[in-house]
């Protein structure tokens, strides 16, 4: 069974970054895994996933304010996000697909779905909110 913990969840200014942490246990590096987020009065969305190439399917709503990275030592996830947007504010879940649903070809590209549907393993999530 996979678990994980997210932390690092803040009350931020807009302009400002944060990183976000996702501790993960029991998954297989092959997963897809991501960053997901939750906004008051709408729908769960995907933010970032990475398949196991290390391709990274960024939303275009963060394209070139957040980043996605890991570190296999410590088994956890981050998301740094910069240049943070009063529309940034959510729950941010960490989730896994150890049954490989939500891999595929996106945009050409050989990565993972932000499908919320095609995750098995989720965080409770890390609130961030835009304290403008």
């Known amino acids: 069974q996979v678990q994980l913990v997210e932390s690092g969840g803040d009350s931020v200014q807009s302009g400002g970054s944060l990183r976000l942490s996702c501790e993960v246990s029991g998954y297989n590096r092959n997963y897809c895994m991501g960053w997901f987020r939750h906004a008051p009065g709408k729908q769960r969305e995907g933010v970032a996933t990475v398949v196991t190439t290390g391709i990274v399917n960024y939303a275009d709503s963060v394209t070139g304010r957040f980043t996605f990275s890991r570190d296999n030592a410590k088994n956890t996830l981050y998301l740094q996000m910069n240049s943070l947007k009063p529309e940034d504010t959510a729950m941010y879940y960490c989730?896994?697909?150890?049954?490989?649903?939500?891999?595929?070809?996106?945009?050409?590209?050989?990565?993972?779905?932000?499908?919320?549907?095609?995750?098995?393993?989720w965080g409770r999530g890390t609130q961030v909110t835009d304290s403008s």
């Open positions: 989730a896994a697909d150890p049954r490989g649903a939500a891999r595929g070809f996106y945009r050409g590209v050989y990565s993972c779905s932000h499908t919320t549907t095609a995750y098995q393993n």
